[in-house]
């Protein structure tokens, strides 16, 4: 899929690009390693989404907001660790948890069997703590996807209450972004909203444009 191998020129890119792979070749390493080809190709899905919203946000963001940084190698670890999660909350709440969704048989190229959505994402679960050295679970998706869950449970969306969900999106941004802003640029989000806003939004358009198609693609075919 060619992920990780982009062209960079600067002085400062080049740098990025050398911290990042330290980073991501032990990771790609561990999807690599996996058996089951819709494990892999999701998770490269959602690392290369996480690994360009970060690119984007050091190098191309508005002057205004500062996100400017030489990034060292445990702060590439942490966004892509952090922001993967948050992906894969996104999904799960998209994909995984509504009525229609969990009736949805997948496809497991391994044992050439059909498995129910719910042994899907747990499986991704398991997969997601093997490659990032973590112990998440159900309680970890809900807090970084609850204004979704809330969304799916009060079918917000559904009824047109666009500005209940636009709360409830915010919500979300904000859990992730607090904690981006403080372990990496060492701001409270508190008194910086208009960059946390613009970071979760790079974020959430990481997830609309690069993880959905792959989904809705994956569950039309399977």
């Known amino acids: 899929m060619g992920i990780f191998h982009k062209k960079f020129e600067n002085k400062k890119e080049i740098m990025y690009k050398v911290i990042l792979a330290k980073i991501s070749n032990p990771l790609m390493d561990k999807i690599d390693a996996i058996e089951e080809r ?3 190709d999701f998770f490269k899905i959602i690392l290369d989404a996480a690994e360009r919203s970060l690119r984007g946000i050091l190098f ?3 002057e205004e907001f500062n996100f400017k940084k030489q990034i060292t190698k445990e702060e590439i670890d942490f966004w892509l660790s952090k922001v993967s999660l948050a992906l ?3 999904s799960y709440y998209f994909y995984g948890d509504s009525s229609e969704i969990k009736k949805i048989r997948i496809f497991n190229f391994v044992s050439k069997s059909l498995i129910d959505s719910g042994a899907y994402w747990q499986k991704m679960f398991d997969y997601y703590n093997q490659i990032f050295n973590e112990n998440i679970g159900q309680k970890e998706i809900d807090h970084y996807a609850s204004g979704l869950k809330e969304d799916v449970e009060k079918g917000y969306s559904e009824s047109g209450g666009m500005e209940k969900v636009n ?5 979300d941004s904000k859990t992730i972004t607090s ?3 403080q372990k990496i640029w060492k701001e409270n989000i508190n008194s910086n909203e208009r960059k946390g806003l613009f970071l979760g939004m790079r974020i959430w358009q990481a997830h609309q444009q ?3 198609p792959f989904l809705a693609k994956f569950l039309r075919e399977y």
């Open 88 to 90: 894969m909350s996104y």
């Open 210 to 212: 690069i993880v959905q």
């Open 38 to 40: 819709e494990v892999r």
């Open 179 to 181: 904690e981006l802003l």
């Open 60 to 62: 191309m963001a508005p």
């Open 167 to 171: 709360e409830l999106t915010t919500r």
